[in-house]
């Protein structure tokens, strides 16, 4: 964890930098950075997260906070769960942390602070998204990868019985294996 929060912190200022530029400096400005595909356009998502901007619901700022804590912790337990599976890459499982509490602390910022997301990139015209919508993705993909890269050949199999044994940490015999 040492190595991953500087990394998901970091994360967090980018995006929130890119932010505050944009509410200071570009509010109302729109640029076609390539025609028809990319384009640069801010616009205030006050609808809390994608499905309450596609059904057009507004969901209150407190369920936002609750789904929110409740998925870093999710995906804290999947960091430790994929580390536990794969003791010889410890890597990808870090970036995978480090990019899903970054876009759910983003998430949270929008929330509280900007009263929803302030969205900027544009494709095509099917949606605007920012940057803490890239790092969601690139989240869920890794996610992804690592469901089907890990390898729990000799351990008891499963998510459940792992948090039912008090989410053990390290996967060799010695109790002297170090990871974060």
């Not at 899903?100 to 949606?127: E, H, K, P, Q, R």
């Not at 920012?130 to 729990?152: C, E, H, N, P």
Request: glycine share 8%; aromatic share 16%; net charge neutral.
């Amino acid at each position: 964890m040492k190595r991953i929060l500087p990394i998901s912190a970091a994360l967090v200022v980018i995006e929130q930098v890119i932010k505050l530029l944009i509410s200071r400096y570009f509010t109302g400005d729109a640029l076609v950075l390539i025609p028809g595909v990319l384009y640069f356009s801010p616009v205030q998502n006050t609808h809390m997260n994608w499905f309450g901007s596609l059904a057009g619901i507004q969901i209150p700022v407190f369920v936002m906070v609750i789904m929110e804590a409740l998925i870093f912790i999710l995906a804290l337990l999947a960091y430790r769960y994929f580390s536990y599976l794969m003791k010889n890459e410890r890597r990808l499982p870090a970036v995978f942390a480090a990019i899903s509490m970054a876009a759910i602390t983003c998430a949270f910022i929008d929330n509280v602070f900007w009263g929803g997301s302030l969205d900027y990139i544009g494709l095509f015209n099917w949606f605007v998204f920012d940057l803490k919508d890239v790092y969601i993705d690139i989240g869920l993909i890794l996610f992804v990868v690592l469901s089907f890269r890990t390898d729990a050949s000799g351990k008891e199999d499963g998510f459940i019985p792992w948090l039912r044994r008090g989410c053990p940490r390290f996967t060799g015999n010695s109790s002297a294996e170090s990871g974060d």
